[in-house]
T-cell receptor
């Protein structure tokens, strides 16, 4: 089955700086890679996703890059704000199937 | 548009008891997924239902079961509760086009 590894497990940045979270996956057939943000006491919220036919996708301050050859993908958050503080999860799946999640990154943005 | 809803919000049970958790998907979504998130851990896939049928099952014992109703809502049943079943149980729905949207979860505590 798929195995998704995520690093780092914790990340602290100063407000305004950039944050980068990296994930690797094992199943070369995986073709869908979403990122979720989970705030305390809430369910995960989709923030951005990318499919395997695209190398990069950007949505305002958030971007995701995918390297299919190396089987890794990354989340980039620019101009971080205190409200970006949360746990971020990467995931991988083969299309409309169950997601395999990374172990999460706790991001703290220091005002 | 209403999001995924789950009930109850919190639940306290004792070892050996049985519990039923409920999920209503986003209108128009036919797939429902269940995930377990134990404290401090990532999300582990439990079950996937689509069009009333169980499509896939994660690495959990048979005492975890569920079903999907004709209106696409779903139940997760856990029999013979154990202490390690204490977790946040998350339901997600999709329209079969990859993107899964999560509900707020049900926090189950087993004493």
């Amino acid at each position: 089955g798929e195995n998704v590894e995520q690093h780092p497990s914790t990340l602290s940045v100063q407000e305004g700086d950039s944050a980068v979270i990296k994930c690797t996956y094992s199943d070369s057939a995986s073709n869908y890679f979403p990122w979720y943000k989970q705030e305390l006491g809430k369910g995960p919220q989709l923030i951005i996703d990318i499919r395997s036919n695209v190398g990069e996708k950007k949505d305002q301050r958030i971007a995701v890059t995918l390297n299919k050859t190396a089987k890794h993908f990354s989340l980039h958050i620019t101009e971080t704000q205190p409200e970006d503080s949360a746990v971020y999860f990467c995931a991988a799946s083969r299309g409309a199937n169950n997601l395999f999640f990374g172990t999460g990154t706790r991001l703290t943005v220091i005002p | 548009e209403a999001g995924v809803t789950q009930s109850p919000t919190h639940l306290i049970k004792t070892r050996g008891q049985q519990v039923t958790l409920r999920c209503s998907p986003i209108s128009g979504h036919t797939s429902v997924y269940w995930y377990q998130q134990a404290l401090g851990l990532g999300l582990q896939f439990l079950l996937w239902y689509d069009e009333g049928e169980e499509r896939n099952r994660g690495n959990f014992p048979p005492r975890f079961s569920g079903r999907q109703f004709p209106n696409y809502s779903s139940e997760l049943n856990v029999n013979a509760l154990e202490l390690e079943d204490s977790a946040l149980y998350l339901c997600a729905s999709s329209s079969g086009r990859d993107t899964q949207y999560f509900g707020p979860g049900t926090r189950l505590t087993v004493l």
